[in-house]
């Protein structure tokens, strides 16, 4: 059998049980692990044969914006569509939020209609209602 792309979640950071990274490595390259955003920092892009390979993390908050941010991209330029990117709206946020590190962040919020962008109260990478509230 054959496959245009391998995705696997968990597996992809540096703890003792992550061994995608030298699996990988023994069957194809690794030309990507790990990217400056937040949620989101293990992630791994890399060939195994023909097939390109994604890791992404295990964590779910973090595979869900490395998913819309990074392989959903990917999967509609495989396919020839033309446009790649969300559609974006400047909506001000009812909130203030301390100065970013270096890393791109991405935040669960939803559009309150009363003061702009509400913020979910827990930002923690391991917290799924997160999304589902936005």
Do not use: C, M
């Amino acid at each position: 059998a054959t496959a245009d792309l391998i995705v696997t979640s968990g597996g992809v950071s540096v703890g003792e049980e992550d061994h995608l990274k030298p699996a990988v490595q023994a069957e194809g390259q690794l030309d990507l692990w790990a990217i400056a955003i937040k949620p989101g920092k293990p992630f791994a892009y890399g060939r195994v044969g023909e097939a390109h390979f994604i890791g992404l993390p295990g964590n779910p908050v973090s595979s869900l914006v490395t998913f819309l941010v990074l392989v959903r991209p990917f999967l509609l330029k495989l396919q020839g569509a033309a446009r790649l990117a969300p559609r974006g709206y400047l909506i001000p946020a009812g909130f203030d939020w301390p100065q970013p590190d270096k890393r791109r962040e991405f935040l669960r919020v939803r559009l309150d209609e009363a003061s702009g962008l509400a913020l979910f109260g827990n930002q923690s990478s391991g917290v799924l209602t997160s999304a589902f509230w936005a």
